[in-house]
């Protein structure tokens, strides 16, 4: 698991829109996505965006403006897209700052058969793992 810095979170609104709002809800498949921008030296501007999908919203202190999430992302990092990767995070809709912890990707059903992680994922995850260090 690989944990980056979250320099721009969704609003309170969109955060409420992800979670609750379903815009097909006979399709399993169809859930709306929330971007956050992510920090890390191994993108090509020094941020990524990437897009959520939260499973799970908790209050971190009661405040209202502090979260913690859990979801999942497409990788879009060396991965063929149909793969996945479990998050979790916390961030404040205040400043819309925090950070999101990234697990190792997860294959699709339909690619689980297909091979392993990509070497270059791998080397983005292992030099973000020795900066942090």
């Known amino acids: 698991m ?11 609104f969109d955060l409420c829109i992800t979670f609750f709002d379903r815009p097909n809800p006979e399709k399993l498949d169809c859930r709306r996505t929330v971007n956050f921008t992510i920090q890390g030296p191994s993108f090509p501007s020094g941020r990524l965006r990437i897009a959520v999908v939260i499973n799970a919203i908790s209050w971190e202190d009661g405040s209202g403006e502090s979260w913690c999430f859990e979801g999942y992302c497409n990788t879009n990092v060396g991965q063929p897209k149909n ?13 819309r700052k925090g950070w999101i912890d990234i697990e190792a990707p997860l294959q699709s059903n339909a690619s689980r058969t ?11 995850v292992g030099d973000l793992g020795a900066q942090r260090t």
Request: positive net charge; hydrophobic residues 35%; glycine residues 8%.
């Open 2 to 12: 690989t944990r980056y810095k979250i320099v721009n979170a969704p609003s309170k």
């Open 83 to 95: 793969w996945t990767a479990k998050v979790k995070g916390w961030f404040r809709t205040s400043d």
């Open 114 to 124: 297909a091979g392993q992680v990509d070497s270059g994922f791998r080397k983005i």
